[in-house]
């Protein structure tokens, strides 16, 4: 079961900002960091965001991610219609010895 | 650039057995770790199976821990997924990914394949 709760959905207008969260339910994820990784649905999902905070080279500068102990939040500034995907967090877990995934936020573009 | 594509998936009856591959170029392959996550229909991603460098060290989800194996060949820039006992719980789109270390933890995955569609079904 996954150990990291995200909110099942955000939205908004274009130019608005937009956050999500991901919590974890325990501290086992201790202090590996926490990635991101937007999902469109039939495509190869892609890195968004890793080290907690870091942006990968061409990954637009109006997403940002940030960390506070057990919980990380990913910001999407002046969304645009080609945001509306899935968002993942995922981190490793020192217990379950493996890779969790959030629960999944789902962005409209209203 | 780096490329990562899978194949081998399909339709499978419960309890059957099928073989998935990623196919990997653009990188030195026999220096990263690598993953497999898949997504259920209608439900998130899900971390499958990881893999070392070497392939000496290897780690399972719960879930599939005993029916799945994970293997690489080096020589030839592949990984695969052996899949056996199939259960209609496993069908899925399987996605291999580069991470981003050579071992456990195995940081963020890098790059992804496009998929391969896994239906478990009699």
């Known amino acids: 079961q996954s150990v990291l709760t995200q909110p099942p959905s955000a939205s908004g207008t274009p130019g608005q900002r937009v956050t999500m969260s991901c919590s974890a339910s325990r501290s086992n994820i201790g202090s590996n960091t926490i990635n991101w990784y937007q999902h469109l649905p039939g495509t190869a999902p892609k890195l968004l965001i890793y080290d907690n905070d870091q942006r990968p080279s061409g990954v637009p500068d109006r997403f940002s991610g940030s960390r506070s102990g057990t919980s990380a939040s990913l910001a999407i500034g002046g969304l645009q219609s080609e945001d509306e995907a899935d968002y993942y967090c995922a981190s490793w877990d020192e217990t379950l010895n493996g890779l969790v995934f959030g629960t999944g936020t789902r962005v409209t573009v209203l | 650039e780096v490329q990562l594509l899978e194949s081998g998936g399909g339709l499978v009856q419960p309890g059957g057995s099928l073989r998935l591959s990623c196919a990997a170029s653009g990188f030195t392959f026999s220096d990263y770790a690598m993953i497999w996550v898949r997504q259920a229909p209608g439900k998130g991603l899900e971390w499958v199976s990881g893999?070392?460098?070497?392939?000496?060290?290897?780690y399972y989800a719960d879930s599939v821990k005993g029916r799945l194996t994970i293997s690489r060949d080096n020589s030839k820039n592949t990984l695969f997924l052996q899949m056996n006992s199939l259960r209609a719980e496993d069908a899925a789109v399987y996605y291999c990914?580069?991470?981003?270390?050579?071992?456990?933890?195995?940081?963020?995955?890098?790059?992804w394949g496009q998929g391969t569609l896994v239906t478990v079904s009699s």
């Open positions: 990914a580069k991470a981003q270390w050579p071992g456990y933890p195995m940081g963020y995955l890098d790059f």
């Open positions: 893999i070392s460098k070497s392939g000496g060290s290897t």
